[in-house]
């Protein structure tokens, strides 16, 4: 978060990764007991990351390890730039090699000529990663603040009630109700593709130990930390 990861003012000790993960940790329990107290409501927690997935935080921790106790899924956000094709693919690689599932991809569509958007929604639907294309934001260069505050509260208020973004929460809020229904059931199928492995054929009785061939375990992803990563 931008707020709990800003460094510290001079004359104040640096924070640890520790208690950023702590106050983080906090902050988000506060928030679900808050959305959970009004009945048949649900909502979505965003932790924005400030820079990219392998930005230091305020220790220089990459920002990938720093929230990867944290056991969040992250929602990638694609560059639109030149060369932001390669930087977007490189930072899911990041997450995916540190156990991050990632939940879904966003990008912006400037109608460049990279076609950055179109690229990188085949390539993670590939991936089985949906990629979700939002309205490109305000041209701001030129105008004073007040015109800026007005064009993006526009933009904001346009794009929040529109399908685009209606998409990605419905894909957050299915991803973590299936997530929720798999970690519900891993003690019974740990139990079956682990331990069973383990157990001897036959009773010991006065026999030797049987020798225990430990049978390798299956891939699958971990149950990772929703961040919302810059590339």
């Not at 220790?59 to 730039?81: E, I, K, N």
């Not at 020798?211 to 971990?222: M, R, T, V």
Request: charged share 25%.
């Amino acid at each position: 978060m931008r707020q709990l990861g800003a460094r510290s003012c001079a004359n104040l000790a640096e924070p640890s990764d520790e208690h950023i993960l702590h106050r983080l940790y906090s902050r988000l329990r506060e928030t679900a007991s808050t959305s959970t107290s009004v009945r048949g409501t649900a909502g979505v927690a965003i932790v924005e990351t400030a820079g990219g997935v392998l930005s230091p935080g305020p220790s220089g921790t990459l920002q990938a390890d720093l929230y990867r106790p944290m056991r969040l899924p992250a929602v990638l956000v694609g560059d639109h730039r030149l060369g932001g094709i390669g930087s977007t693919i490189s930072a899911a690689e990041s997450l995916i090699m540190r156990g991050y599932d990632i939940d879904a991809v966003i990008c912006f569509d400037d109608q460049s000529k990279y076609e950055n958007a179109p690229y990188l929604s085949e390539y993670f639907e590939k991936m089985d990663i949906p990629a979700f294309t939002l309205p490109w934001i305000p041209q701001m260069e030129g105008i004073s603040e007040k015109e800026e505050a007005d064009r993006m509260t526009a933009y904001y208020q346009t794009n929040s009630r529109g399908r685009h973004l209606y998409q990605v929460a419905d894909r957050l809020i299915e991803t973590h109700t299936r997530r929720t229904v798999s970690m519900d059931s891993i003690a019974s199928r740990t139990k079956d593709t682990i331990w069973r492995e383990y157990l001897p054929s036959k009773p010991l009785g006065g026999s030797p130990k049987p020798e225990i061939q430990p049978k390798a375990l299956p891939n699958n992803q971990n149950h990772a930390p929703t961040l919302l990563c810059l590339p």
